[in-house]
């Protein structure tokens, strides 16, 4: 046999044992997803659902009515808007099709996760090859808080794929320079700011790689485009808001309330659980490692391997400034310190966790062994991950992974039962 036949044969039995594990992962985000009477009815998935059944029975008459209530009500105001209406449209859509229940919206959500994956494996197997594909989504598919976000009625599974989406095309476009790749990053791009306005962070990281990107007197990346990145989202879904809320009056309204939701006063957080949010910048890195410790840890060794590098490809060079961007920039922010908030960091971090695992065993001179390596050690993450998915959210069902259940379920903190 020769040395290709057993590259061959070798990167044959992990793309199998790789599928068989994805596989597994989808399974039982769909066999553990909550009964019907598990779901947290009182809490935001009730207001989701209650959205999502309006709009289905009424039509898209009923945003401005639904939007007025929720400004009038102080007790919804502590829950989600009905302004985020692409994720509305999506469910009263997926209702009009499939029964009216709890669990048919979380089904939503698995579907999302599901195309989530594909979707990852398909651009990273264009830019980091088939195996690194394969191990990267396998990473993805049982990371415990992708996991469980496919599991539940809210919206974080469903814009986790519209990123995903967006941040791959403009990453095609940014390479390829072709009009549709483009056009399809707007698309997505667009969709992800109606489902959930957080996603204005992106802009941010889209201007700062089309520059990183732009190489003097390109033809092909002009500022035409960079501005519409701006200005087209902002005309296309302007129009939309106006038309769904009735009006200027009520759209300027949202806009108020969207300002003091997010950049409250001193003495404007009239929500308790947004003080769940507050904490130092390294929340995040703490919140990740009690849900996927080695990945995490693999993460930010490859980051520091590529300060050292200095010369990267831009493939990788992007989803770097991705991952340093939003934690940076949500790191900042008062409130936004819950991990699932960042959620869509993971397309990053599990990437670079398998290609830190790739440098750590080049030193292996064979093919085979190094990719047999690097696979093994993929494996004891993935039995990682798996304990950790069901201890905090099957065993603890933890309905959101902030700090405090985190801790608590991990037993860092003592439980609340002791005092």
Known sequence: MTLSDKSFGVDRL?????????????????????????????ADEGYY????????????????????QHLSDKVAQLYPHPGRIGYVLLTAGWLSIFPDTFLSLARLSWFCFVLFLFVSFWFSRKYFGERTACLYTVLLSIHPLLMTAGRRVLQDSVLNLFWALAIWFFLDFLIEKKRWQYAAFLLFFCISLSIKEASA????FFACAFLLFREKNDPHLNGRQLLGIFLIPIVVLGLLYLW?????????????????VHFPGAAAVTNAYSLFGMGPWYKFIMDDLMLSPLTVLLAIGYLFHILLKRRVEK??????????????????????????????M?????????LMLEELFAVDKKDERRALLVFLSVCVIYLVN?????????????YDPISYWLLQAQRVIPPRSLF
Not at 16 to 42: D, Q
Not at 201 to 204: E, G, H, P, R, Y
Not at 244 to 256: C, F, P
Not at 346 to 354: G, H, M, T
């Open 244 to 260: 769904l809320l009735g009006g200027w009056a009520n759209g300027l309204a949202l806009v108020r309330y969207l300002a003091g």
């Open 386 to 398: 798996s304990i950790n998915f069901a201890h905090l959210f099957v065993h603890w069902n933890i």
């Open 49 to 68: 659902f209650t959205y999502a059944m309006i709009v289905k029975d009424g039509g898209v008459s009923q945003f401005p009515a639904l939007l007025r």
């Open 201 to 204: 962070v992106l802009w941010i």
């Open 346 to 354: 993971e397309i990053s971090v599990c990437l670079f966790a398998v």
């Open 315 to 344: 493939p990788v060079a992007y989803l770097a400034l991705f991952l340093v961007l939003l934690y940076a920039v949500m790191s900042a922010m008062k409130y936004t310190k819950i991990i699932r908030f960042v959620m869509s």
């Open 14 to 42: 992990i793309r199998l044992v790789s599928w068989v594990l994805i596989s597994f992962s989808v399974l039982t985000v769909f066999m553990t997803t909550p009964r019907e009477g598990e779901f947290a009815r009182g």
